[in-house]
């Protein structure tokens, strides 16, 4: 079947820390992968997205690389802001396009 | 505004009650999803619609809940006879293409509350 695990939370960092948010699936076929993020009061957003293996999603800073023969989708971001606190949800689409399976969120708090 | 909107923004029922929450996706979005998401948890799938027909039910819990789009755009989530256990926040997307494996947009959500 298909599943998504990500780093429990909550994550707390410094304004300026390295951030990463671990996240591995489980799916037949070959799926997309995303990063979705709410921020407080906010509907779910897309971040970035990947399609097919080695593809890096960018956006604001954040990248991550699909790794097949990891089955990771890493989030990454050099340098945080007070203003990237919310929770990141990873997530994939099965080759149908049908269903979106979340992970359960990492919530990160970033002080300054 | 040209979002996903969903209504009401919070229902509170008593136990045993009916319930209908509304979706109007952003316009010309062939593909509606509901989703529900319990405390600590990510989203998860309950329905998708390919225009006006649920082409995937497959998550919806029981038969308390059911989920129309007569005319290809505004859905109607009912949950019948509602439990404790179904207070979640429910999650509606849209998106351009029927079986697309690109993004979704989200609306807010309608938290349920069952007392």
């Known amino acids: 079947g298909n599943s998504v695990t990500q780093m429990e939370g909550p994550v707390t960092l410094s304004e300026e820390a390295f951030l990463t948010i671990n996240c591995t699936y489980t799916?037949?076929?070959?799926?997309?992968l995303f990063w979705y993020v709410q921020y407080p009061g906010e509907g779910l957003q897309l971040l970035l997205k990947a399609t097919k293996a080695d593809d890096k999603g960018s956006n604001k800073g954040f990248e991550a690389t699909y790794r097949k023969e990891t089955t990771s989708f890493h989030l990454e971001k050099g340098s945080v802001q007070v203003s990237d606190s919310a929770v990141y949800f990873c997530a994939l689409s099965a080759n149908t396009g049908n269903q979106f399976y979340f992970g359960t969120g990492t919530s990160l708090t970033v002080i300054p | 505004g040209a979002g996903v909107s969903q209504t009401p923004s919070n229902k509170v029922t008593e136990k045993g009650k009916y319930v209908e929450l509304r979706c109007d996706p952003i316009s010309g979005h062939t593909a509606l999803y509901w989703y529900r998401q319990s405390l600590g948890q990510g989203p998860e799938f309950l329905i998708y619609?390919?225009?006006?027909?649920?082409?995937?039910d497959s998550g919806l819990p029981n038969d308390r809940f059911f989920a129309v789009r007569p005319e290809g755009s505004v859905s109607t989530l009912k949950i019948q006879r509602t439990e404790r256990g179904d207070s979640a926040v429910y999650l509606c997307?849209?998106?351009?293409?029927?079986?697309?494996?690109?993004?979704?947009?989200f609306g807010e959500g309608s938290r349920l509350t069952v007392l």
């Open positions: 997307a849209s998106s351009p293409l029927a079986g697309d494996t690109g993004e979704l947009f």
């Open positions: 619609f390919q225009g006006t027909g649920a082409a995937d």
């Open positions: 799916a037949t076929g070959y799926p997309s």
